[in-house]
Structure formats: C-alpha cells, structure tokens
C-alpha cells in the first residue's frame, strides 16, 4: 500500500507531508464543526457555511501550490483559507468580527483574505472570483513569474456566464489558472443535476482546456491533479479545469437544518463510505505511514490548535468604531 | 395612513407570498422563477406553497444565472406571460443591470410602444443581517435612475400585498425591493376575500404632524416613526410620510408636505451619496425651497462598502437616534 | 439539379418558393446598398451595419419559420426583418428617423421590431437578445403553442456569458430556441479565432445541445439546417444550435472604410467564389427554376420595392417633438 | 481655470492617448485590455499607437466579454500591475456592475486594508450621436453611488490628460468617462516634456462669475460657458464650475461658489432624476441654504431612454438656451 500512494512521482509525498494532509483536513473539520457550535450560541453573527465533508479538496489543491501561488475562494470557503496557511486564531477573531481578524472584522466568514500566502479573498458572489483569479494567472504571466492561480467554486457556478468569459480568455491567453470547481451536488437547496446541461467536464474540454473529473474526497487524488495542472501552468501550457466530486455533510447554511432537498441514505452513503478524514487515515495506517497514537496526537495538537484560536478570537477586542471609516479608500 | 390598524395580522413575508398567490389564481400568465423558489418555496420561504398549488411549469427553480433569470423573464413579458423574477439579493442587480436598464427598460420606447413589459423583478434590500458588503447594500437608486423602470419599497406588509398586487398588473417592468429585515415583522392586512391594491405614486402619509417632515423608504419608514413618537414626548410633532414608489414619485405629496411644517428630513438605506436622498431632496429643495425653515437633511447609509462586525455595521444605519438629533438641529430645540 | 434543390424531405420548396427565396436575397443587398448610399449621402443618422454578403442566413432561416415564431436580431439586423417580413417602406422610415418607422422613429437601424410578424427587436448590446429570446421560447412552451424562438447574433456574442447561461436554461427546460450564429469571422475589427478558444460547435453539444455548422452563403442549406431545429422545437425536442459560416462584405459600420485587418484576397475570395446571391441564381437557373428572364425580373421588381420604400420613408413626416415623451411607461 | 489658453493644441482623443502613453512608458506594469483596442488602437482610436510601442503584452485586444475583461483586470491589479481596461460605451457598464460595484469597490475594504485595486476603467458617455437608447446613456450615477470607487469626468484635452494620469497613478478603482462627443475637440496641453496631472477633489472654475453659478460636468461645460458668454452680453455674469471628479466631490468649492452668488444651476448628461445634479443640487442645498436667493436649478437628460431620430434626441440634453433660460428664472431678469 506504502507504494500505492507514492505511485505517481508527482504525488511523491514523504511521511511527514502526508501526515500533514491528514492533520490540515482535520484542522478544517474542527474548525468547521467549532465554528458552527459558536454559531449556535450566537457568538458567530451573520451567514456560516460549513465545508466539512469537503476538506480534501482544499488540502489536496492547496497541498500543490506555493505560497506565492494565489488562491480566491467562495462563501463555503474557510477550508480553502486554512488550506492555504491561514492562521486559526485570526480567522476566528474575523468570524467574531474582531480587531485581529484577517479583514479587521469588516469581512467575516465570507471574505476573508490573506495577501501574505496570496489568499486573494473569499466571495460571496457565486462565481465572482472566476474572472478576478483569472486576472491574477493574466498578471503572473505578464509579470514572467511561474505563479499559478487556482479558483475555488461550487458546482452552481458552473451556470453562471462569467465562468465562460473567463475560461475563454484564459485559454486564448494559456493563462496559468485552475477552475477548482467543487461539485458537492447541490446549489443552495436545489439539486445539481436539474439546472446543469450537459456532461460538466465539457465546460473545460468546449474551449479547449485540459479537464479532468476527480474524486474529490480522495486528497491524492485531489493533489496528483492539482499538480498535474500546475505544472502545465508553470509550464505555459495554459488552464485547466478540475471537476471535484465531493459532498457537504450540513446544510447550505446554519438555517438549512431539515435538508428535504435529499435523503437522509444519500448523506449516511457520503459520511460512511467516503468520508475523506476517515479513508485518508485508513490509508495511512494501513501503509504504515501513521501510527494509532500518531494519530491520537494528530488530533489532541488540532484540538489544541482550535481552542487556542478561538480563545485569541475571543480575546481579540472589536475594532475601533471609527474603523468603520478606514479602508474605504487606498492611499 | 391606509393600512389598516385591526384585523388579520400576517407577516411582511406571508402578505408577499398571499400576493404572489392571489394573482397567479388570478391571472395563468402570471409565473415566478428564480433560485430555489420552487421546491424550497424560497431562502426566505417567501414563495412556500405556490410550487403545490401552481405546479413546476408556473414556479421554477432556475439555475444560478441571474442575467439569464432577467433576461428569460423579460423575453416571456414580450410574448404573453407576466413573469415575477426573483433576485435573491439586491446586491445581485449588478449583475442583472443590461438586462434590466439597457433592456427591460427600454422595450417600451424602443419599439415605438408595440411591446409591453409586464415583468417583476422582486429583490432584497436592506443591512443589520451582519451578512457583510456584498449582501447588504440597498440598491434602489440605480434602477431609480433608469427612465422606463417603476421602483417599489413597501414598508408594512399591508403595503407590501397591495403593492405587489399592482406590479404584477402592470405593464411595465418593476423593481420591488423586499427588506429583509422587515420579513418577520406583523401587520394587519385585510382578509384574503378582500381585493384590494395599492396605486403607484401615491405617498402614504404614516403619521400625520405639523412640526417637520420625515421622508421615509422601506426600512426607515419605522426608523422615523419611532424617532417621531420619542420627538412626540418632546412636544415636537414629526409627520412621517413613504413614498412607496420612487418611480413614480409623488412628489406633490411630498412638496406640500414640507410647505405645511417648513422643515424636511430624508431617510433611506441605501449609501447617501448619489442615492434616493439626494433625488428627494432636490426635489424639496427646489419645490418648496420658499417654504423651508432649514436646510433638507439627508440621512442614507454611511458611505461606506458594509463591513461585517457589528459594532461597525451598526453605525452604517440611520437609527431613531441620529434622526431625532437631526429633528432637533432643524426645529431648533 | 432539380431532383438535388429538392433532395431532403423538409427542404422540399416549389418554384414559387425558390424565387422568393432569392428575391428576398436580393431585397436584402439592395436595401443595405441603398442605405449604404443614403448614410453617405448624410441622409441617414448615427450607425449602420450592412449585411451585404450574410442574406442567405437571415432568409434561409426565417424561411423555416412561421409568421408567429419569433426572432431577435442584432446591430446586423436589417437582413433579418425583412427576411421576416418587415415592410421595406416603414424600414426605411425607422432609418431616417421617421414617424412612420417600426419604431417611430425612436429606434433607428440598430433597434427595429415588428410585433405583427413576431420580430422581438434588434439588440445593440452584442449577446442582449439570446436570453429574451430563450424566454421568449419558455413563454411559447408555457402557453403550449408549437412556437418556436430564433436569436440571431454573431460569433462575437459567442464570448458574452449569456449565451451560457441562456443555453443552459434552454437546454435543462428543452426550450423551442434555435441558437443562430452568424460566424462572419470577426467582430469588429478582430478576427475571431484570435479571441475564441475552442472548437464553437462545442458550445453547444457540452450542454447536450443538437450543434450543427452551416454553410451560411448557401440558403438551402440554411433553410434545411433551420427546418430541422424547427421540427425538434416543435416537436418539444429542445434547442438547437446553428452556426453559419458567412462573410460580411463591407466594413463593420460606415467608419470601417480599409479594412485592415483582413485581406483584399480574403475578401475578393468570398465575394467571387461564394456569394449567397450568385451561387443560388446559378444554381437556380442550372436547374430550371428560374429563366435568364424571371431572374431580370425579380431584379426589377426589387429595385421597385426599394425605391418605393425609400421614397415611402422620404415623404414620412418626422415624429412630433412631444413624442419623445411618449412610451417611456406602457398603460 | 488651470487649462492654458496658449501652446500645443491637440483633442480630447490625443491627450487620452498622451496620457497612456506617457504613463506606460514611466511604469511597466501599466498595461491597456479591450476590445479592438490593440491592432485597431480602439474604435474612436484613442490607444492608437500604443501596441506598436508597448507590444501585445502590453496591449490585448480581448474578446467581447464587458464582465470578465473587468474581473480580470481587478484580479491583475490586486496582484501586481496597473490594468486600464476600456468598456468600449459606457451603457455596457450594465454588464459589469457586479464585478465594478461588489468586488473592485470593496476589496480593499473587505479586505482590511490589505489588497488595493490599482485599477481604471475607461468608459464613454453622452448622447448626440444617434447611437439611440443603448449608445448614448450617462451612467456616471451608478458608479458615483458605490464607495469605494473613484468616478472622474474630464470635459477638456487638458483636464483630460492630466485627470488620466491622476488616475492610472492611483491605488484605486477609477472609472473614467469620456464624452464621445468631445473626442475631436481641440485644447491647448502642455508639452509632453511638462509633466502634470490633475489632483482629484478639486473643482475647477471655468469662468469666473458673480450673479450665479452654473455647475457643469464634462459636456456640459461648454453648454455651460456657451450659455455663460450669451448670459454675459445681457449683464448677467454666471460663474462655471466643473467638479471634474464626482468622487471625491469637492463640495466646499461647489458650495463656496454658490455662496458666493447665490444663485446656481446644475447641468449633467445623465438622467436627472436619481442622477448627478441631484446629488450636488442636495449638498448646496443643505450646504448653502442661507445664502440661497432662488431653488437651486437642475438640469439633467430628459428622463426618458434616449431616441434615436435628432428631433427628438435633441430635446433630450441640456442646451445653451435652456440653461439662459432657467438663469433668467433664477437670477429674475
Ligand atoms: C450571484 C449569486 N447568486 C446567488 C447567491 C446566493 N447563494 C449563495 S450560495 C448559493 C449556492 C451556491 O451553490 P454552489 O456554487 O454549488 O456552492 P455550494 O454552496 O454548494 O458550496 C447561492 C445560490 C449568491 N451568493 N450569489
Ligand atoms: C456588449 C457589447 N459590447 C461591445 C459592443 C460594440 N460592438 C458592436 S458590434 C461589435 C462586434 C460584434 O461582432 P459579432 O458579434 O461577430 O457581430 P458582427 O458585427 O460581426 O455581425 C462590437 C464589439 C456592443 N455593441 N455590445
Ligand atoms: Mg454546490
Ligand atoms: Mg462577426
């Protein structure tokens, strides 16, 4: 098995990389799952979206990209942010709209951005970061670095027509961009399938980019293709397109509590078979590449990682009122 | 001051979607489309019910596209149907805006008045959700602006209802703005056996006064009211007085409003800068400009994108508090 | 010959028909010439997009089409209202900004309708008419007529984001819409290869939309391709896309006067070896449908029709000033 | 009046181009996208010349796709480079509102300050062309109404040349109007060895006036110094005003002018209602109500979409005539 998930000699990852997928999946999910109990208890204000079920596709892709790589991410996106080396405490202290927060407490949940590891913001436009992440592989290309930019949307997206001018151009220009679309089946409370024509992967492929489907709860898989485009946008061989297959396990929002969309057996099917925390350990373990107690430990470290992150956010003092002035403007 | 006080009491979402349910009884051409609106009956439940009672062809769920949701429903108004699109946010216009303004809009006069556009489009407006700059904005003024479109902001649910009742009549295409905030709240509202709607261009005078004026939109329609019953204790006797419809605007109401108490206040949500303040108090100011004791004040939304945190949020809103400060700056005690 | 004009079923047209489809061919170039020749003359105001080279798309088309079908057109237009029906006169009204236009006169070139024969309006926003039309198509379906909708816009509008999300929606509710693209090989001043990615007919079949490229200078290719989409529309079968390979003569508009980004042998290519009018005269005459003499006489009899229609729209009054605030809001 | 009155002559257009030019030669990450504006150097040829120089890297011709050429551009600004996209007509900016007014307006402020939008948009504004209801519209409103965005509108070759440059140096999202209309005209500019450009924020006095201000913006300025120079064979001795940015609009000169004169009209292309001059008819309003001796008088385009035959176009913007008009009306002589 240890040979299996070396395979491909781009997703050669050693043990510590790999136990550092695991421990970075495990970090979303306690963050995700924290972060909806505060919600509960009203200490998050405003609309929470919950990833967990997803992790693999933030840490596969961003287990790929270097710092200096640029990410945008959605409103489902703090898996995205933390896979992209975003530090707990202050994405809490953002999510209580604190002082330290990344955005100083004027983003929240659906907009957080860190400039330091190219972590160009979340957007609560569905689709609205297409054209903006594809800006930002036109600029590394004009600016001769090999930077790659990758842009995280769901599968609802996929039908808004921003993502065709924008693959457009990013085809006739081989931008170096990565249309990381999510496909976890639904778009708010309506069922992927009844608004979307046709065979997704075709979107990609119609316009002459590399497309691939992939499952999206298996993080090698998930890394091997992220590299794979990578390299052929480093490489100048233009965009790519990755159709992730993945699953949310909550509602659309902290107010979709009932899910009558889908089957309680349809959610049960995703969370026991294909759970990617759980294959992910599975895997490791059965190659021996993580022991039980590395494990153990695994999850005492993100535990402790969460509660000291939610203590800094608690911690962290509102901003100043007279921020609400600030930042309306760049010098 | 029209709105009933007894009675049925409904939610501002219940007197939408008893609306919305009334015409399509009424009339088959009426349909409704937009993002889960169907099998959800809406993110805000405003359309619940209509998916049993009128079946998929008439309430759809369409696909996220909401230029292509625009756009459909405008080509389904030019040939016999009389679609309500909804637009879950208002924030969204941006997106929607040639389909609307270069469009919708101009149908009518482009084609020398032989297509009719009776087209919806229902949206939100309206902040205070901590829901941040992208779902909190208060767009009005940009469709406003536009010649050819009528604009809504019913501020009770007896409003929203008779209000509604008309722009699904009508033959052009109108925007109405839903606050959401204002979905939970109550009012009285006829018995559904009662057939009633609400014209356009008429100003609803909420509270009658002598003292000043406040000019109030969707939203801060109550902001006023409460700001007037505090300034009512203070011996200072505030008329409150909606719009309802930015296009048309009822301007003489509004200008013989201000020429009975001499003083003016405007409040709306959306940004001060190039808002509906800015129009109303023109129109004030040029309109009434010999019976003014004081300057018109404006009080809009902070200009500023809305930020998430609360404690800066808070401060984008006119609040009861600021308008009494500006009452009593304008009256002088 | 004979047996070949006629070969496919749908596209059986008597000689009558066959006349009246180069008539109308010929009704085409002769109002854009002679609105060339006005325009230059200053008789005619603000911009104009001749179609000179493009009549076989729009009269094979609306050939297939009944009076109530609808269509919508672009800042190209002329060719399609009249291959729909428009009467020559009140065009030319609209051009002069005349009274008695379709629009009085509050259109011009780039906005003509006509209600009475299902003409939508030409659109002067590249890719505004595709969603009107695809809800056009819905309303057809919902009030259950066997209606069908055409768009017609140029392989410009093939970047625009409607078309994605219009044929999406086309596509998931199997709307009676025929998708019409006139790929005339640049939009503008740009060739169009060097702005669109991909193979075009993809755009279409990624959304499992029945695709076809058309030869756009033959008109009974047209009219068969067009036939077919109709009989699917029809038939409740969904939308279809077409796209016809064709060539606009002149420049874009008035001010296109060198052409410079496209060759004299290009174009002397295209007008010698593929015109709409000669090859289909030829082919018509070839095969005994049409004498020397019937051909002299269709000519004569458009050059009546033209000059009467510009006389038409010479003698009609200009629009009262207060007109113009008339029919800003409907009754 | 900083415009010269002797030197160079050159239009509207060439110090547009000047402009560009200079600044992607002074700053390599300055670059221009839009459609047809490289090989064919635009379609009023305003980036003539700058392919040959700067080369295809520097200067795309895109695809015909408003939505995304914007969103591009931002995601380049935030990463790096300085983009100057050209919306080739302003109406357009009904495709691109999402992307101007929900992302290139708030990043930085969503943000915290962190990413800046150092980003242009050029666009086109004005009617008179027989462009009819979709080519000719004013929407400078709809960007003035967002914070965050800086809007400028220059109504000469100078202003324009230096307000361009002001804005390709700023760290924010400029949207930048031409009057199509004005491209041939001529103005006296500097020599390209005298480097300038035109801070925001500053009115600039067109004429200097005593009895009444008129405050113009692009095309309306020479309606205004057209209507000034008639106003003063008959003694009446009007001040103009261009704002020349409508954010930051710099109030304290508009009001200072009124207060100064008493009396004012406002003249702007767009739609009046909702529009420009109710913004700034508000604010001398409110700001100058004491030393107000008549309404303030606004003069925007007829609220009606524009009409493509001239008798009727015509009867749409504000005229010289007109504006005498309402000055004697103001000014009661
Ligand atoms: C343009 C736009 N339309 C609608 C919404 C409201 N909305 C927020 S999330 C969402 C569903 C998005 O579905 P998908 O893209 O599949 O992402 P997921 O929530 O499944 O992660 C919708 C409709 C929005 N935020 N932006
Ligand atoms: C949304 C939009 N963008 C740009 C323009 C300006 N414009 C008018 S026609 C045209 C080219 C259109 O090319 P195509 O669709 O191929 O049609 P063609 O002119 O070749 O018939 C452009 C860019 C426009 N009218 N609308
Ligand atoms: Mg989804
Ligand atoms: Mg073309």
Redesign the interface.
């Known amino acids: 098995m240890s040979q299996e998930i070396m395979a491909a000699p781009s997703t050669t990852l050693n043990k510590d990389r790999l136990l550092e997928l695991y421990s970075r999946m495990l970090t979303i999910r306690e963050f995700e799952e924290k972060a909806q109990d505060l919600y509960s208890r009203t200490l998050i204000?405003?609309?929470l979206h919950s990833s967990v079920g997803q992790e693999a596709v933030a840490v596969g892709v961003c287990a790929a990209l270097r710092d200096d790589d640029?990410i945008a991410s959605t409103h489902r996106g703090h898996g995205h942010c933390i896979a992209k080396g975003a530090d707990i405490g202050r994405m809490f202290a953002e999510l209580f709209?604190?002082a330290e927060?990344?955005?100083?407490?004027?983003?929240?949940?659906?907009?957080i951005?860190?400039?330091a590891v190219g972590n160009?913001?979340a957007?609560?436009?569905?689709?609205?970061n297409?054209?903006?992440?594809?800006?930002?592989?036109?600029?590394?290309k004009?600016?001769a670095t090999d930077q790659v930019?990758v842009s995280f949307f769901g599968d609802?997206?996929l039908?808004?027509?921003?993502?065709?001018?924008?693959?457009?151009?990013a085809?006739?220009?081989s931008l170096p961009v990565i249309y990381a679309c999510e496909n976890n089946h639904y778009?708010?409370?309506?069922p992927m399938e009844?608004?979307?024509?046709?065979?997704i992967k075709?979107?990609g492929?119609?316009?002459?980019?590399a497309s691939e489907v992939v499952d999206g709860n298996d993080v090698l898989e998930v890394y091997r293709a992220t590299m794979e485009a990578v390299d052929r946008g480093r490489r100048g061989g233009g965009p790519t397109f990755l159709i992730f297959n993945t699953y949310r396990y909550y509602g659309h929002g902290m107010s979709d509590r009932d899910r009558?969309?889908r089957s309680r057996d349809e959610e049960k099917e995703w969370r026991e078979s294909r759970d990617p925390l759980d294959r992910f350990a599975a895997r490791l373990i059965d190659a021996g590449h993580m022991t039980p107690s590395e494990k153990d430990r695994i999850h005492t470290d993100v535990t402790g990682l969460i509660t000291r992150g939610v203590e800094f956010g608690t911690r962290s003092p509102?901003?100043d009122?007279d921020?609400?002035?600030?930042?309306?403007?760049?010098? | 001051m029209s709105t009933p006080t007894e009675g049925r009491e409904i939610t501002f979402a219940q007197a939408i979607n008893e609306a919305m349910h009334e015409e399509m009884q009424r009339d088959p051409s009426v349909f409704v489309l937009g993002e889960d609106v169907a099998a959800a009956g809406g993110v805000y439940k405003l359309t619940r019910g209509l998916l049993d009672a009128f079946g998929p062809e008439r309430v759809r769920d369409t696909p996220i596209s909401e230029a292509g949701i625009t756009g459909l429903a405008l080509g389904a108004a030019m040939t016999g149907m009389r679609p309500i699109a909804e637009i879950m946010f208002g924030d969204f216009l941006g997106l929607v805006m040639d389909q609307i303004a270069n469009q919708a809009a101009k149908v009518h006069y482009m084609s020398g008045g032989t297509f009719n556009v009776p087209l919806v489009i229902r949206t939100t407006m309206g902040a205070g959700r901590r829901a941040a700059a992208q779902h909190s904005q208060s767009l009005c003024a940009w469709v406003a602006h536009i010649p050819g479109l009528k604009v809504v902001l019913p501020s009770t649910p007896y409003d929203a209802k008779g209000l509604l009742k008309t722009a699904i009549r009508d033959n052009n295409p109108v925007i109405f703005f839903e606050d959401k905030m204002m979905y939970q709240k109550k009012g009285f509202v006829p018995d559904p056996s009662v057939e009633y709607a609400i014209p356009f261009g008429k100003a609803d005078v909420k509270r009658t006064g002598t003292d000043i004026t406040i000019i109030a939109t969707s939203s801060m329609v109550q902001v006023a009211l409460d700001a007037a019953e505090e300034l009512a204790r203070e011996g200072i006797d505030a008329e409150v007085i909606d719009p309802q419809t930015l296009t048309p605007l009822d301007e003489a109401s509004l200008i013989d409003s201000v020429k009975k108490t001499s003083r003016c206040i405007v409040v709306d949500e959306g940004y001060q800068r190039f808002g509906a303040t800015a129009e109303i108090a023109a129109v004030i100011g040029e309109n009434a400009f010999y019976h003014l004791d004081a300057p018109v004040h404006r009080m809009g939304a902070m200009d500023v994108p809305i930020p998430f945190s609360p404690i800066l949020e808070d401060q984008t809103i006119p609040n009861p508090t600021a308008v009494i400060k500006a009452a009593h700056t304008l009256v002088g005690r």
Request: charged share 10%; with cysteine.
């Open positions: 204000p405003g609309l640029y709209g604190k927060g990344y955005c100083r407490g004027k983003g929240g949940s659906m907009h951005a860190n400039q160009l913001g957007n609560a436009i569905v689709g609205g297409i054209p903006i992440v594809t800006g930002a592989a036109l600029s590394a004009m600016r930019a609802g997206a039908n808004q027509g921003i993502l065709l001018e924008s693959m457009n151009m085809a006739i220009w778009g708010e409370y309506t009844l608004v979307t024509a046709g065979d075709q979107r492929t119609s316009l002459g980019i009558p969309y509102f901003p009122p921020e609400v002035l600030k930042h309306v403007y760049a010098d």
